[in-house]
């Protein structure tokens, strides 16, 4: 009699959203299955949600690229500011 080991291997994570997702679609199809209404309904609610997400993921980059901006922006009059006022504090004969 020979014995043999065998290793373990946990099953692959994405395999089981694979499985249920194809088990909805076929209980979507299903003309009888008796919550296909409600199983519709929750996937327009999941579609809408999604598109929420990404209207929300992109009004986020523009809102980070204009925060961007305004610092930069905020930081050249900054300096700007810094070399007028010592112009001027030349001009009237003071040092800083």
């Known amino acids: 009699?020979?014995?043999?080991?065998?290793?373990?291997?946990?099953?692959k994570k994405a395999l089981l959203p694979e499985i249920v997702n194809r088990i909805f679609s076929i209980c979507k199809n299903d003309e009888y299955f008796?919550?296909?209404k409600?199983?519709?309904?929750?996937?327009?609610?999941?579609?809408?949600?999604?598109k929420k997400k990404e209207n929300q993921g992109?009004?986020?980059i523009q809102s980070t690229e204009l925060k961007k901006?305004?610092?930069e922006r905020l930081h050249l009059l900054s300096?700007?500011?810094?070399?007028?006022?010592?112009?001027l504090l030349e001009t009237l004969g003071?040092?800083?």
């Open 79 to 87: 300096e700007n500011n810094f070399q007028l006022k010592s112009r």
């Open 38 to 50: 409600e199983m519709r309904v929750a996937e327009d609610i999941v579609e809408e949600l999604e």
């Open 34 to 36: 008796p919550i296909k």
């Open 1 to 11: 009699m020979k014995i043999e080991l065998l290793e373990y291997t946990e099953p």
């Open 94 to 96: 003071s040092e800083l």
């Open 69 to 71: 901006n305004l610092d």
């Open 58 to 60: 992109a009004i986020l």
